[in-house]
């Protein structure tokens, strides 16, 4: 199986808004703010508290979404060359061969932890942080298909 690609900055931006929305540590960070901001609101209509821990909550809810969904991804966009590059990456029962003008990269299935699909991409893992993202853009159902076997056969959720 052989695919060429590009990036487009939209949906890389989409999909770098999905990784970080599925870390654990992001999720559980704004569950608890959200719980603090909602006892905040409470508090402050029932007139337990002053308005400054309100004001404070709705601060880090706005900062922490300011963040998670603009900052973070817009930031890794611009650092990494990478999204600016032509690829053909081949998938074979024994590796994964991604080339371009600059050179090539092998790697063993046994190197990605796990994958995850969003609208446009597959997100091959080498480890919680470290992701290679495959564009579904010049993919047809039946490639989509087969790849997704042979990730699941692979490299398992």
């Not at 603090?36 to 209509?45: C, E, P, Q, T």
Request: contains cysteine; aromatic residues 20%.
């Amino acid at each position: 199986m052989q695919i060429n690609f590009t990036y487009e900055k939209k949906k890389v931006i989409q999909a770098l808004r999905y990784h970080f929305i599925s870390r654990t540590e992001i999720r559980l960070m704004m569950i608890l703010v959200n719980v603090f901001a909602i006892i905040s609101a409470v508090l402050f209509y029932t007139r337990k508290i002053r308005p400054e821990p309100f004001f404070l909550g709705t601060l880090i809810w706005i900062f922490m979404m300011l963040a998670v969904w603009y900052i973070l991804p817009f930031t890794i966009y611009k650092k990494t060359p990478t999204f600016n590059e032509r690829f053909e990456m081949i998938f074979n029962e024994d590796e994964v061969r991604l080339d371009n003008e600059k050179g090539f990269a092998e790697w063993k299935w046994n190197m990605f932890c796990k994958f995850f699909e969003s609208p446009h991409f597959f997100h091959l893992y080498f480890n919680s942080k470290s992701f290679f993202l495959i564009p579904k853009d010049n993919m047809n159902d039946a490639f989509k298909h087969e790849l997704r076997g042979l990730l699941n056969k692979k490299i398992g959720k």
